[in-house]
């Protein structure tokens, strides 16, 4: 029999799956580990989406997505992130995720390399080196809440680096990077002549009031950055797979060409649902993004009143806890949470070699599991102190 491919035989099984199906055998355990909102989609979506269907919005459509869509992201983008994309810079994805891997597929030739942050969002590294690049990390220092050194990427931008990936809000550490530094990242990236993948999936998730979110293609000289936005978590619309990238127009046309032989197009009565949440009432949204700054403040309490080291997310739906006393890898400091006190949270070595001595919980949990896990979490922390000193 002939084998399978190298780059499929060497991917690598996320450890946070490890944590999932550890959860999964047990029924009463707390999930802080998941990084999807807890609501349903907002019933006027899915009513939406009902009546397209029987309407007879059930075949495929264009590669890029339905031009009604793309003019109302177009609206959506110049509202919320302040710069201007024709419907023809638009190109709708099965997800984010389908965005960025037909962006890698589009950029990568084997050898090059990426710029990716760590703690970092962690299907990025395996979907670089799917492609035969190779991932090189900038790590988000935690006394710096988690905002990128500029002159780190500087630094690391060499000969073979082809791309710099960002996101702001950002998984798994809710930093949100100030104006000021996205536009300078946008100028270090235009100087060494790299393309900048701006991830922005949380773009309206901002938490705390003193935070903005700035997306990089609305500075000046920003002709080389793709922007990547996501329905999925705004509106709770993670299982209905839309997504969708504004970028230049050469490269937004690739990559609508590059649809055909990968998906084909995007689902036709997903991408109804899309137009009825942007185009519906904003109130189920604005409940969902208070539920959350309700629960960060609540997880703030709770870490302060029970001495865990956080950082203060502004914006996301996570929030990562220090475990760095705790004698065992962030992994194994997981597990044992999950055996001992039916708490699951996501190790911090999933986000890269900066996430070791850090487990990420989200706040999408109920309130009250929000606040028992911690307090679970905080008691093991200290039990694992005082055995090991
Ligand atoms: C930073 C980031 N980018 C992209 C995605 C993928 O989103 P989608 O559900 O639209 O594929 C996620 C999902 O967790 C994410 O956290």
């Known amino acids: 029999m002939k084998t399978l491919a190298a780059r499929v035989e060497s991917l690598r099984r996320s450890e946070i799956r490890v944590l999932f199906d550890a959860a999964d055998d047990q029924p009463d355990a707390i999930r802080l580990e998941v990084g999807e909102p807890s609501f349903t989609t907002p019933a006027h979506i899915i009513d939406a989406a009902a009546a397209a269907a029987r309407e007879g919005h059930t075949g495929y459509g264009p590669n890029g997505g339905l031009e009604s869509l793309r003019h109302l992201l177009s609206d959506k983008i110049f509202r919320v992130n302040g ?42 590294d395996e979907m670089v080196r799917l492609f035969g690049g190779l991932p090189v990390f900038y790590e988000l220092d935690p006394n710096s809440d988690f905002i990128p050194d500029v002159d780190e990427i500087d630094r690391l931008c060499g000969a073979k680096t082809k791309a710099v990936f960002i996101n702001t809000p950002s998984n798994p550490t809710g930093a949100v990077f100030p104006p000021a530094v996205v536009r300078s990242i946008v100028d270090v990236t235009r100087e060494h002549g790299v393309w900048l993948i701006s991830d922005e999936v949380y773009d309206e998730m901002i938490l705390d009031p003193a935070a903005a979110h700035a997306s990089a293609a609305s500075f000046p000289g920003s002709d080389h950055v793709v922007s990547v936005f996501s329905f999925s978590k705004i509106y709770a619309m993670t299982g209905w797979r839309v997504g969708y990238a504004a970028a230049p127009a050469h490269f937004a046309d690739r990559l609508r060409v590059l649809q055909e032989p990968e998906v084909s197009c995007p689902s036709t009565i997903s991408q109804k649902a899309a137009e009825a949440a942007l185009s519906g009432p904003r109130a189920p949204i604005e409940e969902m993004i208070d539920a959350y700054r309700r629960r960060r403040a609540l997880a703030l309490d709770v870490a302060s009143s029970e001495g865990l080291t956080v950082v203060p997310p502004a914006g996301a739906l996570y929030m990562m806890v220090s475990i760095s006393e705790a004698p065992s890898s962030s992994l194994d400091f997981a597990l044992h949470l999950l055996e001992t006190q039916g708490v699951s949270v996501a ?3 999933v986000f890269g070699p900066a996430g070791e001595g850090w487990v990420r919980i989200s706040l999408a949990a109920d309130d009250e599991l929000l606040v028992e896990g911690l307090r679970r979490l905080a008691k093991t922390l200290r039990a694992q102190t005082v055995v090991a000193t």
Not at 85 to 112: C, H, K, Q, R, W
């Open 83 to 124: 710069f201007s994309a024709e419907p023809t810079n638009i190109v709708v994805t099965p997800g984010a995720m389908n965005a960025l891997f037909s962006i890698y597929m589009a950029l990568l030739e084997p050898g090059d390399e990426v710029l990716l942050p760590t703690p970092g969002f962690p299907n990025m």
């Open 347 to 349: 190790p911090g070595s």
